[in-house]
């Protein structure tokens, strides 16, 4: 009986963890679902642990790349899930020894494009593991119950005068889901 008050009480909290209050109608939450795990040499879209049920934060990890100096990068995403309420930099390693990092946004209907890069002190940084590059804060907005979060136009320099483009890096995204 115990056993199975519990299974109902997960059921329930599975179902409708996103709060709601009295009228038995619940709130529906965003959330994110990564498409891949980190891995070497890769920029990895995946939902940060500070996300709540009216707000995803998607903390992009950078894995083992060394000497970044800036990055730019495009993130669309479909506009019926999804709504852009800006970026964070808390956490990122751009700014982990004390670095100022300067930061260069355009927002357009589906899409967000962030420029990095640091300016005090001005040469790079090595991610070596994982390690959060920034973080883009959405809410949720349409009627969809799905979409991609994709990446392009996507660069990372390194510290080098001129800076040197870092080939070979991986992004990936994933999908918005609305739950």
């Not at 795990?37 to 009216?54: F, I, K, L, N, Y």
């Not at 883009?136 to 001129?162: H, K």
Request: net charge neutral; proline share 4%; aromatic share 6%.
């Amino acid at each position: 009986m115990r056993i199975a008050r519990i299974a109902t009480l997960a059921a329930w909290l599975a179902v409708g963890g996103c709060g709601g209050g009295g009228g038995g109608l619940q709130e529906r939450c965003i959330g994110f679902l990564a498409q891949a795990d980190p891995a070497p040499a890769t920029a990895v879209a995946r939902e940060a642990a500070v996300s709540t049920c009216g707000q995803v934060a998607i903390v992009i990890v950078l894995t083992d790349v060394a000497d970044v100096f800036a990055v730019e990068f495009t993130a669309a995403f479909d506009s019926r899930v999804a709504a852009y309420d800006g970026y964070s930099l808390a956490d990122s390693h751009l700014a982990s020894d004390g670095a100022q990092v300067l930061v260069l946004e355009s927002k357009q209907p589906g899409a967000v494009s962030l420029g990095l890069a640091r300016t005090n002190p001005s040469g790079g940084v090595s991610f070596t593991g994982s390690r959060a590059l920034v973080r883009l804060l959405f809410r949720r907005a349409g009627t969809a119950d799905a979409g991609p979060l994709a990446f392009s136009s996507t660069r990372i320099l390194g510290s080098e005068q001129p800076p040197v483009e870092k080939p070979g890096i991986e992004w990936i995204g994933g999908t918005f889901q609305v739950r």
